[in-house]
């Protein structure tokens, strides 16, 4: 399972989902500092961090589904989102 992470709660719940076991994150651009990817990284996380700040757009989310399908055929997608953001 792949998971698309657009907040640091969301950061925090799949953290605490995984309990510490390996996890595939696609991270939302300038959510997380250098320092705090690395530590995810050296904690064994497959982290990417996207190359912009619109991963949570309803146009871009598509695209950005696209993308990490590419990277990662086969596997689930986990998307966040705050059923507010749909209003």
């Not at 309990?19 to 500092?33: F, Q």
């Not at 990817?37 to 961090?49: F, K, P």
Request: hydrophobic share 40%; net charge negative; proline share 1%.
């Amino acid at each position: 399972m792949v998971f698309l992470v657009n907040s640091k709660d969301g950061l925090s719940d799949i953290l605490r989902l995984t309990k510490g076991e390996h996890a595939i994150m696609w991270i939302a651009h300038g959510l997380l500092t250098d320092t705090e990817i690395a530590s995810l990284r050296i904690e064994g996380n497959d982290v990417t961090v996207l190359s912009n700040s619109e991963s949570t757009s309803c146009q871009k989310l598509e695209c950005t589904i696209a993308t990490i399908a590419e990277h990662h055929p086969g596997h689930s997608v986990w998307v966040e989102r705050v059923a507010s953001d749909y209003l």
